[in-house]
């Protein structure tokens, strides 16, 4: 069941939902969503630095990235076909008996803007700034400002509360973000040679 403005409100007030800072529902939350903000540090691809991805190879995919950091007032220009990692402003923490899911704001699809590729989910137990993968799939660059209205979360009960959580799972690669980080899939080929 998708949770509705005054049950994310009620999850909020319970603590089953942080979200730091403290959100303006009369700006951000919606019918049954709540809107997050666009930071500020953007990862983006380094194409001159090797010639494809290869996920079996030993080279960090977080070599192959620079960091931008757009300052206060300044825009982050989406060309078509880019694509970029960015968190939210606000720190997101989901209990173990929810789930978030990211996701895209119709005016930004409108222009080609989505945000996120394939990982809409936020686990049970999930803590940390939410990462958005953001990409131009339109025809003419965008300007993207950091703390604009960037995506909307939705959350949902589970059935029973998870019995490990995303947070106190051994193998999770992203809990406790604080900044964008690149892909950390090379990790799962490391772990199977040994």
């Not at 403290?22 to 990862?43: S, T």
């Not at 970029?84 to 803007?113: H, M, Y």
């Amino acid at each position: 069941m998708i949770l509705s403005d005054q049950d994310i409100k009620q999850a909020i007030k319970a603590g089953r939902i942080k979200i730091t800072p403290k959100p303006n529902y009369q700006e951000q939350l919606d019918a049954c969503m709540i809107d997050l903000h666009l930071g500020n540090r953007f990862r983006v691809f380094q194409h001159s630095s090797h010639p494809y991805i290869d996920l079996k190879s030993k080279i960090d995919a977080s070599k192959l990235m620079k960091e931008i950091v757009v300052p206060k007032g300044e825009s982050f220009i989406m060309q078509p076909g880019d694509f970029a990692l960015v968190t939210t402003v606000e720190t997101l923490q989901i209990s173990s008996d929810l789930v978030g899911r990211v996701e895209g704001r119709s005016s930004l699809g409108r222009l080609g803007i989505i945000v996120h590729g394939t990982a809409s989910v936020f686990h049970p137990g999930w803590i940390g700034k939410p990462t958005l993968e953001l990409g131009n799939l339109g025809v003419m660059p965008v300007a993207l400002y950091p703390g604009m209205r960037i995506c909307a979360f939705t959350f949902e009960e589970l059935s029973s509360p998870a019995l490990t959580p995303y947070n106190k799972k051994k193998s999770n690669k992203y809990s406790g973000a604080k900044v964008a980080s690149a892909s950390k899939l090379f990790e799962e080929f490391k772990k199977r040679k040994k």
